[in-house]
């Protein structure tokens, strides 16, 4: 049975991520865009985060079985639209959190999820989370065969890691005040393994605030803040560890078991599909802007802009691309969750994150010179759209080659993922 009907939990969690984003991110923008870098705008958002903590946005991003008060990833898609539809800048602080801890929720120990968790649980700190994984040198070609694999690593002495190396763009890695986000999952290897592959040699340490302040001033620093033209109030800057002593109960992941590789994967699979719902919210406050624009203005005519045929053909462009990508997008949710099915995740991240450009192209030319103002929101919308199809894994480096990969294999089958196993 197809039921796209939402249950009435699922209309309630939508109804109240509706009434967070405008309450509370609705004014964001006005109250971060005076200050003139990413990185102050970033900081100005922390009473924002830190609402969100006391409404329980930051819970969310945790099982009800570890004490928070995630559901389905479908109702994470409910939510990320939401957000998305009013402020993506905020909305990303917040949501990379769930990327951030997803290794440690899918494969920490008891000790470890009552360690790491606790500030998230809270209700009370913005604590920030963050899987920290690109590099300045690319990251696209990590594994391939030959390859000299990521240049992050960890190296054993005693009961220790010694970890060093340079990271970049992995959203609030560096917290509030440059000294660390509440937690980050690094992923480094093991430095001069003799593993059989470099997934084998992959780990993942998690590393705190607490832990950067007990090593040397210089084991973890801010190389350089990153200026984008959008998503202008994240932070996600090119840093350097250089001899972080990180003890051995921080290790979520050691060395060849290929556990540290498997829960990467993982990870950057269920953010494709958070991917597809951040672009429909973009498309979606796209469609609405136009519209009231279309229907409230007649540029010097006697007729409203919405009875021209050309704008309303966009028009119904635009909203046939928001409901396609919608569909696309719940369709990878359940496939992923319920039958492990990853195929439509990478095509949700894909299709969606590419028509989000084209949808607020379109949005453009209704508005015509206005949208052009930096003051009206289309305008905004296209820098933060022009982001989906490269960040999270570009399209062409990374979710494209993950399709060819499935398409290689040679039990392939085209549609298990639309229908299931036969």
Not at 31 to 39: E, G, L, Q, V
Not at 49 to 59: D, Y
Not at 252 to 264: C, E, I, K, Q, S
Request: aromatic fraction near 8%.
């Amino acid at each position: 049975m197809i039921d796209f009907t939402l249950s009435p939990e699922q209309n309630q969690t939508r109804e109240d991520a509706g009434k967070f984003a405008n309450l509370v991110l609705k004014d964001a923008y006005a109250s971060y865009s005076k200050y003139n870098t990413n990185h102050e705008r970033f900081q100005a958002t922390e009473p924002i985060v830190r609402k969100a903590a006391e409404m329980g946005l930051l819970k969310s991003a945790i099982p009800a079985a570890l004490g928070g008060t995630g559901g389905s990833l479908i109702d994470v898609c409910l939510v990320v639209e939401e957000l998305y539809a009013v402020e993506p800048s905020v909305a990303l602080t917040i949501l990379a959190n769930a990327l951030g801890l997803y290794p440690l929720v899918a494969g920490g120990t008891s000790r470890q999820h009552q360690k790491f968790l606790a500030p998230f649980l809270n209700g009370q700190d913005p604590a920030l989370a963050s899987l920290v994984y690109s590099e300045p040198g690319g990251t696209a070609n990590f594994f391939e065969p030959g390859a000299n694999g990521m240049q992050t690593t960890a190296r054993k002495e005693g009961n220790m890691w010694i970890l060093s190396g340079e990271k970049i763009w992995a959203t609030n890695c560096a917290g509030w005040d440059s000294r660390g986000a509440t937690l980050q999952c690094i992923v480094c290897r093991e430095e001069n393994s003799s593993m059989n592959s470099l997934e084998e040699s992959t780990m993942l340490l998690l590393v705190t605030r607490e832990l950067i302040q007990r090593n040397a001033s210089d084991a973890y620093t801010i190389v350089k803040h990153l200026d984008t033209p959008g998503h202008t109030a994240c932070s996600g800057p090119h840093i350097k560890f250089h001899g972080l002593r990180v003890p051995e109960y921080h290790v979520l992941a050691g060395p060849g078991t290929m556990n540290g590789y498997r829960l990467v994967q993982a990870a950057f699979t269920m953010s494709a599909v958070i991917v597809g719902a951040m672009s429909v919210g973009i498309m979606r406050h796209a469609f609405e802007t136009a519209l009231d624009f279309a229907k409230s203005r007649t540029a010097g005519s006697t007729v409203l802009l919405l009875e021209r045929q050309s704008v309303a053909d966009s028009l119904i462009d635009i909203k046939m691309s928001v409901e396609a990508a919608r569909c696309i997008t719940w369709k990878a949710a359940h496939a992923l969750e319920h039958m492990g099915e990853a195929e439509n995740a990478y095509e949700a991240k894909i299709w969606c994150s590419e028509a989000a450009v084209e949808v607020v192209t379109k949005a453009m030319r209704v508005v015509g010179i206005s949208s052009y103002d930096t003051s009206f929101p289309v305008a905004r919308m296209l820098s933060d759209a022009l982001a989906l199809p490269i960040f999270d894994g570009g399209n062409v480096g990374i979710r494209r080659r993950q399709l060819q990969k499935l398409f290689l294999a040679d039990d392939y089958d085209p549609w298990q993922a639309a229908f299931g196993k036969a």
